[in-house]
């Protein structure tokens, strides 16, 4: 079918503003359920918050009643059965942001694992990186999306996208969208006078087809750009995507036009936070480009469990006894 990503787009450099790191005492107590209500990443860092209003998600706990937590974590610094404790946390913008960022994708992951009752806290933890995030002008926003991106986490459009993909194909029937990945790059000028101009904007997404037992690409071509969000929109700019190049397992799909528009909640090293005008939430994780390519890969190879409707009864009778039933033809996912 190709290779998915025509072109390798330079790595982004996020620049972070000067901060100022403050140090603060935080007295914190047990609920009348014994609980504390807060969530602690592995570097002592406040990655949920529930039940203590003096604290902040993205607070890093630094000692305990006077002890310095160290090298440990808090949970082996707290005396048990102790109804409150004072906390020193570190206050730091960028060593939070940083933080939260480790710690959505450790979520994520989660999620994809089939681990229940992630939303609220993946939910949390984007607020407060969009909280945490100051408007980027649009010039600005287009050198930090450039590179290769995989959506993590998508929420509050009742699944429409994670099913289907943005190029719609995973809506077909026996289809499933399993992998969505972008790759925003610096506009380019033709090759020769009759080739097409170089796209600065391209999504790949993996479609399993479980009628046919493998997964096919979609591939989107297209450009991309920023504009200033309109007031009240809450702050960040607003990047259009459209794609006057489609093709699916290798077929140009002739006449057909995607377009979408969303506003940069925010954007850092590891994540961005995408924000449709319906309120649905995209959540992207930046990847290297042989990153992207292995992923590509991977779904690409991965047997996919084939449908039982519509099935001859004799293909159904090799199934049962273990016989393959479908080769698919083998798909580049090589991006140079």
Request: glycine content about 12%; some cysteine; proline content about 6%.
């Amino acid at each position: 079918a190709g290779v998915p990503f025509i072109v390798r787009a330079p790595r982004a450099v996020i620049v972070l503003s000067e901060v100022t790191v403050t140090s603060h005492s935080v007295i914190v107590q047990r609920s009348e359920a014994g609980g504390l209500g807060i969530d602690v990443d592995d570097q002592n860092t406040i990655a949920g918050n529930a039940g203590q209003p003096d604290l902040m998600v993205g607070d890093v706990i630094t000692a305990v009643d006077g002890e310095e937590v160290g090298g440990r974590h808090v949970s082996q610094v707290l005396t048990p059965g102790a109804q409150s404790y004072t906390f020193i946390v570190r206050r730091d913008a960028a060593e939070a942001v940083a933080s939260l960022q480790r710690v959505l994708i450790g979520l994520t992951a989660q999620a994809a694992a089939g681990t229940a009752g992630l939303e609220g806290k993946a939910l949390e933890l984007i607020g407060a990186l969009e909280e945490a995030a100051d408007p980027t002008p649009p010039e600005e926003l287009r050198q930090q999306l450039l590179g290769f991106w995989r959506v993590r986490y998508t929420s509050g459009d009742e699944g429409r996208f994670a099913s289907a993909g943005l190029s719609g194909f995973g809506s077909a029937p026996f289809c499933q969208l399993v992998g969505h990945f972008q790759c925003f790059s610096e506009p380019q000028p033709p090759s020769s006078p009759s080739a097409a101009p170089a796209p600065s904007a391209q999504t790949v997404e993996v479609i399993a087809n479980t009628n046919l037992g493998s997964s096919q690409l979609a591939t989107l071509k297209g450009n991309f750009d920023a504009a200033p969000g309109a007031s009240g929109e809450g702050g960040g700019a607003v990047v259009r995507e459209t794609y006057e190049r489609i093709e699916y397992g290798g077929t140009p799909q002739l006449g057909e036009v995607v377009e979408q528009e969303w506003r940069c909640a925010f954007v850092g090293e590891l994540l961005r936070v995408c924000k449709a005008a319906d309120g649905s939430i995209r959540l992207y994780e930046r990847l290297e480009a042989q990153d992207a390519q292995e992923a590509i890969g991977r779904l690409l190879s991965a047997r996919v469990a084939p449908s039982l409707d519509d099935m001859p009864r004799w293909q159904r009778a090799d199934l049962e006894r273990g016989q393959s039933t479908y080769e698919g033809p083998a798909q580049s996912a090589g991006i140079p």
